[in-house]
């Protein structure tokens, strides 16, 4: 019989110093009693001090829960993240300079689970060449006071790689399943995520630590069936029962999007008509019949809900780095997750097929844009977010869409007579000379030959030989006024400079399906990507 212990008894196995394997991916998979008892622990004065936390992506409800738990001085010592959006109260900690703080691409993270549960050294990759994650700018380091290089630059007969370094040896894995055998052996049939659960188990038993899963419920001995087991019993130490565990933060249980049951295409009603949900509407234009796309945060997040509105949704793939293939990509404290997906894969496996080159487009946000192309989503102003998926997905994908305001700050603008209208502009420069760091690199991106556009919800532009090309400029917008003026530096414009289609401005269905069934795929019938002499070039060397 599997040992069960209580939260607080789980958080007391912690000792000072040690590594812990965080497990949850945003507000989906998160062993919130275990987090909570941790806190509770830490805040009587009964530690632990010093850990270093390791974590896939953001974990938490923005300013509360998940992660969030852990930000109090003393607790954490280094962190090693895949993102910080999602627990802004320990993002602040970094920013302050209160703890070590490294940031690596979130498919790296995955890969590392795998690296420490097969005792490997590292992860050896092209993912992150030419952005921050280079030891030259700064190799992952989110501070000052995070001085230890763990990214290292190889050069092989192939290329240049990077090597990120597995940064300790863990002791603690916190995961969580549903169901658990009286021998351990845990399943996941209402988890929305399957994340990496299972290379964190293997990594710390492999290592001699101890491996903790929070879970709803214990079932008879061998009740299990084997195709739902995700986890052996034999890796876990101790189980922590607790019935009411939320799927996610926003919800209890939603059996659509564990794959029990499935919502009818008609139950998903549009998003309100604004100039978000426009620039949405326009970035849809980019999809192709059959393509496989990974939607980012932000505005690419609301495309499903463009897509099912005009009846094109059962037509693409849609897929989420968390390995959610399928269905509707949820957002908020739903992100991660999908309404009637299709597959739910480990998250590793979804990075193997993102970094291959697998997707044909992909739709991502942006905070900068500057001169050359480049992108920067990770550190501006007080904001220390961290990558995520988007350098895993932006490096190796051959159609990009990023897309958001072409301004920031508060400002007055809104959808009217089939145009846009912009009463009062944000003042924040989003299109500035050169961004603060580099996520995404335009220079990279044309060497490679990849198909860029950014669209913003009053002008469109391409990535061109030399950076941007203006060339959409929306109903009822001033050029030089509403566009020009507000870019930071020259940006050339198409000399057929069109108007973006009026439908976008108008409410109602855009009516584009028979348009976009005309449209050839990017794959052929033989299931290969459309590529340019660049990419030709760049998967050869790869492949040498």
Known sequence: MIDCISPDAAARLIQDGDMVLAGGNGGSGVPEALYEAIERRFLAGDGPHGITLFHMTGIGAVTEKGLCRFAHPGLVHRVIGGNYGMQVPFMK????????????PQGVMSHLCRAMAGRQPGVLTHVGLKTYMEPEQGGGRMNA?????????????????????VPGVPKVALIRGT????DGYVSMEHEATAREDLSMAQAVHNAGGTVICQVKRIVRRGSLHPHIVKIPGFLIDHLVVVP????????QYDPARSGETRVPGSAIEPDAHTPRRAIARRAAFELRPRDVVNLGVGISAMIPNVAAEEGIDELITLT??????????????????????????????QFDFYDGGGLSCAFLSFAQVDAQGNVNVT????????????INITQNTRHLVFSGSLTGGESDIAIENGGLRIRRDGAVRKFVPAVGQISFSGKLARERGQDVTYVTD?????????????????????LQEDVLDRIGFAVRVHENLREMDARIFRAGPM????????????HSEQGRHETTPALTAFAASREN
């Not at 009411?244 to 919800?251: F, G, L, N």
């Open 244 to 251: 009411d565990q939320m799927q996610t933060y926003a919800t």
């Open 379 to 390: 550190r501006f102003g007080n904001r220390y977010d961290g990558a995520g998926g988007f």
């Open 179 to 182: 169901s658990a055998d009286e």
């Open 93 to 104: 900690l970094i920013v302050d300079d209160r703890l070590e703080a490294y940031n690596f």
């Open 145 to 165: 006071g995070t001085t230890t290089e763990l990214v290292h630059k190889v050069s092989l007969p192939n290329g240049d790689f990077l090597f990120y370094q």
């Open 458 to 478: 009053r002008a469109v532009f391409k990535l061109g030989a030399d950076g941007l090309v203006l060339i959409e400029i929306a109903p009822g917008v001033r």
């Open 511 to 522: 009516g584009i399906r028979e348009a976009f069934l005309q449209q050839r795929p990017r």
């Open 320 to 349: 989420v780095e968390s390995g959610v293939v399928g269905g509707v990509p949820g957002h908020a404290r739903e992100f991660g997750t999908a309404v009637n997906p299709r597959v739910i894969l480990d998250q590793a496996y």
